[in-house]
Nanobody, 126 residues
Framework: QVELAESGGGSVQPGGSLRLSCVYSGYTGNRYAIGWFRQAPGKEREFVAAGRWSGGTTYYAESAKGRFTISRDNAKNTVYLQMNNLKPEDTAVYFC???????????????????WGQGTQVTVSS
C-alpha cells in the first residue's frame, strides 16, 4: 500500500518555472516507478514523466523533453518534477502515481499505476 501527496502547483506566466513535489509513503518494494500525469478539461489523462529508480531510468513524454526533469530524494521519500519554460498548453491538474512492479512497456500508461495522489493545479497564462 502506497500513499502519495502532490504539492507545488500554482499560476505562472508563460516561460516561467515550477517544481512539483510528490511525497510517497508505504511499501514500494525493490522495483517501482513514480510517474507524473496530467489532465486538462476535456482531455484524457496523459503521461508526462516517470522514473524507475531501481535502474535509475527516466522517461519523458515528447512534450516534456528538454523542459521537464524528474528526480528523487530518497532520504525524503520525495519525487520532484522540475518544469521549465512552461507553456499555456501545460495547464492541467498534475498527478503523481506509483506502480510497484510495473513493466517497462507500461511505464507511460496510466493503467499501469495502482496508487494515485489527489492532484495539484498548474495554470500557465499571461
Amino acid at each position: 500500500q502506497v500513499e502519495l501527496a502532490e504539492s507545488g502547483g500554482g499560476s505562472v506566466q508563460p516561460g516561467g518555472s515550477l517544481r512539483l513535489s510528490c511525497v510517497y509513503s508505504g511499501y514500494t518494494g525493490n522495483r517501482y516507478a513514480i510517474g507524473w500525469f496530467r489532465q486538462a478539461p476535456g482531455k484524457e489523462r496523459e503521461f508526462v514523466a516517470a522514473g524507475r529508480w531501481s535502474g535509475g531510468t527516466t522517461y519523458y513524454a515528447e512534450s516534456a523533453k528538454g523542459r521537464f526533469t524528474i528526480s528523487r530524494d530518497n532520504a525524503k521519500n520525495t519525487v520532484y518534477l522540475q518544469m521549465n519554460n512552461l507553456k499555456p498548453e501545460d495547464t492541467a491538474v498534475y498527478f503523481c502515481a506509483a506502480g510497484l512492479n510495473i513493466i517497462t512497456s507500461m511505464t507511460s500508461n496510466s493503467r499501469g499505476y495502482a496508487y494515485w495522489g489527489q492532484g495539484t493545479q498548474v495554470t500557465v497564462s499571461s
